[in-house]
């Protein structure tokens, strides 16, 4: 199978994760297992700092170094209306300077010290993180203590970084016709809420956007009382408690942070359709979204059968969907799927298919149809359940074996309002879904009306652009 | 997200010192130093290289066979590619279906992916369910299939995966540059092939593909996690020892990237170009290398500690992602770097980028950004030994480039040990600012071809 192929395809028509790093796939709960009690690792300890600061603690000894990762519990849905995209810019600016780090030597400083940095922005949340050696985690952990309050910004970072951003943006949409569509999917999936609203901003928002936008959402959402500290690696939590306490918790809270009150998406009474014509689509695409509650907002045991209803149609070569249209019919090239569990407010459960050559787009979306009509009326069998279930649980031991991999998904379910212990029974909550439960949400989730279809269309190409270079290489001296 | 991850395209191998590395003077011992590699030989004779580590129930397992694209028939480019997608479509009396169902019901991942020089496989198990996987990867490997089901479905999906990257501006720019660089050399063909070569490839090539190079006398393996050297020998000699003991390569002349300045414009309607640049370098046994390694960090391997970043996005805003690297591929090294910029700007971007190549080939780095490198990459370096399959993928690497078994410990030593002069002497020569190869994919805008200069 050459699913690599498609990657960073699949990567765009994902949109589960678009500004997070590539390499570290995106949150699933698949790494939730507890360990083993057994195991030689300690569980993760959590506490509170007197200021609202969250910290937890994975200790994991096998090598001398750390990953610290703060988590702000503000995202792009959080944005004031009209100034879409501040969230991501802030994330950039971030990285400018303090009083104490002078203008652009944050990531030089990290990299001094031997360790690495970055951060994402997602619609529910804002992480930075670094990993370093050991020795070196009082040094990152005051730095980030002091971006927390400190930020300094001149009229000239921001408007170099607005040029940076809006580039960023060519390269991830404008430059890619199935990015472009995934934006307008998102736009008609969610009409009022604001997942609708891409997290790196529209275009002429972006570049409406000032040093006095990004202050004033930094003022009002970076504070102790709105973050999470996640430290992971080789170190013991009473020496992470005594030194958030000498830096983060120097840090006055901010006044009450009023929740996260969003404009919630009304009840659908029609399908949508998004169509794009391209004449660089490359092959036909057909992609079909629903709109379904994620872990946070289902009803108990809802979202553990909508994931493994999902692992089971539509993940990897031995799901449903990829047999019957790849394997069997021959109508795609490829063809997969996913659960968006990882929202504040609301989930999403997306089907692609890749056509097969000849293939019209009425033909490849009846194929799909078929896959999902078959589930919603006769479920899943017993023996899928079983085998999809083993798998998935197995996955945590791979994900156990990296810190950073331990930080990133412990981090983004307690951003995003779980507890520890709902982490740790959610192996037993899968454990108890049966069958029944499956054939339910899928009746009640894979609705015709609570659907966006996106169809991607190569069209003739009628630009003069060809395989020939339009201007021949120069020789050089010889 | 701040800064793009380096995309690393799959044509490219890992140098085992891409921008992971690191080691501060003062940041104590890498991790490396505490690690016990051991060196395992089959009753067999088969060699494996194993960290033991049983603080996990796995085991990763990487393994390579030199001899990888480089070894596509010139009429059958992307044959490699086809045959690393093959490799988990069927074996033995498992057809495709039961063969996935198979790894499934084991937890157990296995993907191949042919480089220039080498095809890799990387496995990763349960220890609970070992001797089941390692049969498995048995089976996979000595008794393919190419069921002539399974090979039509992947051709659809190499073929489509091309219609894909034909509109793929970094991956035209990308192809375009190696074309230019590696002219009649198996390295400027495409490693995924081309819609008529793909075409013809048969099942009868991917088997031949199979016997003739994967064999044992071309063949590294690491083992990192849950299980001892006891039972790895056996265990070497039940999952490889049914190979050929000879391969039969056919052999690759020694790549010379000729000269530019050479600039090549492929039109796309694309809002943004992209733009790859580059020219010949030194390979990894020059003794040069590791200064010229050191070297790349400070020009564009460095992320925000680097001159290109710094010119062209922090002062200038004129990317988002602009970065440099070294590829010394067994028969020809280059150092290559790319950037997207708006096609107005485009033209800037790369002016900026060759003046700062021109002024670092002149004056070379400071000492201030020769310390601030060496501190990054020794201190960093223990950060690339965090998981058991991101420490099997240095070590495979390093018997890859055959850079010995102690290499991990003496490795920041090379690092430390190179001096200003030094850098500032491999910068002179390593630097051929006019004499770059370009390409530009989208629509430039005053980014003619280069005039030769003079």
């Known amino acids: 199978m050459v699913m690599s192929m498609f990657d960073q395809l699949v990567a765009t028509l994902d949109p589960r994760a678009p500004l997070i790093l590539a390499g570290f796939g995106v949150a699933s709960m698949a790494f939730a297992v507890a360990r083993d009690s057994a195991s030689a690792s300690p569980r993760v300890v959590e506490f509170t700092l007197t200021n609202g600061l969250e910290v937890l603690v994975i200790p994991d000894h096998r090598a001398p170094v750390v990953t610290q990762m703060i988590w702000y519990k503000v995202g792009a849905a959080d944005e004031p209306r009209g100034s879409s995209g501040i969230a991501h810019f802030l994330e950039h600016l971030m990285f400018k300077g303090t009083d104490a780090i002078l203008p652009g030597q944050f990531s030089k400083i990290v990299a001094k010290n031997g360790g690495e940095d970055n951060a994402f ?161 490359g092959r036909l695409t057909v992609q079909r979204y629903y709109l379904a509650p994620s872990y946070a907002s289902a009803a108990p045991g809802e979202a553990e059968a909508l994931d493994l209803l999902m692992r089971i149609a539509a993940s990897g070569p031995v799901s449903r969907l990829y047999k019957r249209l790849v394997i069997e019919q021959k109508t795609a090239a490829s063809a997969g799927g996913w659960y968006s569990d990882s929202g504040l407010d609301a989930g999403r459960i997306a089907f692609y298919a890749i056509g097969a050559e000849k293939i019209s787009p009425a033909e490849l979306e009846q194929a799909i149809d078929g896959v999902i009509a078959e589930l919603r009326d006769c479920g899943v069998t017993q023996a899928e359940l079983d085998r999809a279930r083993s798998a998935y649980l197995a996955e945590f031991v791979y994900t156990s074996d990296s810190q950073s991999r331990m ?72 | 997200m701040r800064q793009a991850w380096l995309r690393r395209p799959s044509s490219r191998h890992d140098l085992g010192l891409a921008p992971a590395v690191a080691l501060v003077a003062a940041i104590p011992s890498a991790p490396a130093d505490a690690m016990d590699i051991k060196r395992v030989t089959s009753p067999g004779g088969i060699e494996a290289w194993l960290v033991e580590s049983h603080d996990n129930p796995l085991i990763a397992m990487r393994f390579a066979f030199c001899g990888g694209a480089a070894q596509d028939p010139e009429d059958k480019q992307g044959l490699a590619y086809y045959v690393s997608g093959m490799m988990d479509e069927g074996a033995g009396n498992l057809d495709s279906v039961a063969f996935q169902e198979r790894l499934q019901s084991l937890a157990m991942r296995m993907d191949f992916d042919a480089s220039r020089d080498v095809m890799l496989g990387n496995v990763q198990m349960l220890t609970a369910n070992k001797d089941e996987s390692f049969d498995l990867l048995r089976l996979a490997l000595a008794e393919p299939r190419f069921d002539v ?114 600039r090549e414009i492929i039109e796309m309607n694309v809002p943004q170009s992209v733009a790859q640049f580059g020219q010949r370098a030194f390979p990894r046994k020059d003794d040069d290398f590791m200064t010229a390694y050191i070297l790349n960090y400070i020009i564009g391997g460095g992320g925000f500690s680097s001159r290109l970043m710094e010119e062209v996005r922090e002062k200038r805003g004129l990317a988002y992602s602009v970065h440099s690297n070294l590829f010394p591929y067994q028969h020809g090294a280059v150092f290559v770097g790319s950037v997207a910029t708006q096609n107005e700007e485009v033209a800037q971007s790369l002016a900026v980028i060759e003046s700062e190549l021109k002024r670092l080939a002149e004056e070379g780095p400071n000492a201030e950004e020769l310390a601030s490198a060496k501190s990054y990459l020794t201190g960093a370096y223990a950060l690339r030994f965090e998981s058991s399959s991101s420490i099997a993928n240095q070590l495979l690497w390093i018997q890859i480039e055959d850079l010995g078994i102690d290499y991990v410990k003496r490795r920041n030593d090379l690092i430390e040990k190179v001096s200003l002069d030094d850098i500032k002497r491999v910068a002179k020569r390593l630097i051929e600012a006019d004499r770059l190869i370009t390409t530009i994919v989208g629509k430039p805008v005053d980014a003619g071809p280069k005039e030769v200069p003079g």
Not at chain 1, 416 to 426: L, P
Not at chain 1, 427 to 452: F, H, W
């Open chain 1, 121 to 281: 922005t997602n619609h529910d949340v804002t992480a930075y993180f670094q990993r370093v050696a050991k020795d070196r985690l009082p040094t990152v952990m005051a730095m980030e203590a002091d971006r927390m309050a400190n930020l300094r910004l001149s009229e000239e970072d921001v408007t170099t970084e607005r040029k940076v951003i809006l580039e960023e943006r060519r390269s991830r949409v404008d430059n890619d016709p199935s990015s472009i569509l995934q934006e307008q999917m998102m736009a008609a999936l969610y009409t009022k809420h604001p997942y609708g609203i891409p997290i790196i901003g529209w275009a002429h928002e972006v570049s409406a956007l000032d040093r006095e936008d990004a202050l004033s959402f930094y003022k009002r959402f970076y504070a102790p009382n709105n973050a999470l500290l996640v430290i992971a690696g080789d170190v013991e939590p009473d020496e992470v408690r005594r030194l958030a306490d000498e830096t983060f918790g120097k840090l006055p809270p901010h006044g009450a942070m009023n929740g996260r009150s969003r404009p919630q998406e009304p009840e659908h009474s029609a399908p949508m359709r998004v169509e794009l014509e391209d004449a660089r689509a």
């Open chain 1, 407 to 478: 930080a990133r998904h412990y981090g983004w379910r307690l951003a995003t309002g779980m507890t520890v212990a709902d982490v740790e029974a959610w192996p037993e909550r899968l454990k108890q879904v049966t069958v029944e439960n499956i054939r339910d949400v899928a009746r009640k989730y894979l609705l015709e009306k609570n659907s966006v279809t996106g169809i991607l269309v190569p069209a003739p190409d009628r630009t003069s652009r060809g395989e020939q270079p339009v201007h021949a290489p120069v020789p050089g001296r010889s």
């Open chain 2, 149 to 262: 089901d399974a090979v039509e479905r992947v051709r659809a999906q190499i073929l489509a995966g091309l219609k894909f990257d034909e509109n793929d501006p970094e991956e035209v720019a990308s192809l375009a540059w190696d074309r230019l660089a590696f002219p009649d050399h198996p390295y400027g063909r495409p490693i995924k092939g081309t819609k008529a070569s793909i075409a013809a490839i048969t099942s009868q090539d991917l088997r031949d593909y199979v016997r003739r190079v994967f064999a044992r006398d071309k063949l590294v393996i690491t083992v990192v996690g849950d299980i001892d050297a006891e039972t790895l020998g056996p265990t070497l000699d039940h999952v490889f020892g049914a190979l050929p003991g000879r391969s039969s390569l056919a052999p690759v002349a020694d790549a010379k990237p000729p000269l530019g300045p050479t």
